[in-house]
């Protein structure tokens, strides 16, 4: 059985070596593209939440103005039909 020389034997680590730091080069890239579209997907979200957040506060405030308008509106109806029933007595 031959053994092969140290130097194929040690090119053959350096071969294994460089596919690993490459293949470790290439992930560690992969993750900093991850971790990139993760904040800007997080400045995304929070941009809309904000901004629907600020529409939905228009719609309620819109609809306590129109309650309180509806609230005058049937109390002035009540002393008007009160005035009507006070008048036919």
Do not use: C
């Amino acid at each position: 059985m031959i053994f092969p020389k140290k130097i194929d034997v040690n090119k053959h680590k350096a071969a294994e070596r460089k596919v690993m730091i490459d293949e470790g080069v290439i992930l560690a890239k992969r993750v900093d593209e991850l971790r990139e579209m993760r904040l800007q997907m997080e400045k995304n979200f929070e941009e809309w939440r904000i901004g629907t957040s600020k529409e939905v506060q228009k719609e309620i405030d819109a609809l306590i103005e129109e309650k309180e308008s509806l609230i005058i509106d049937i109390n002035h109806l009540k002393q008007t039909q009160q005035k009507l029933l006070d008048n036919k007595k």
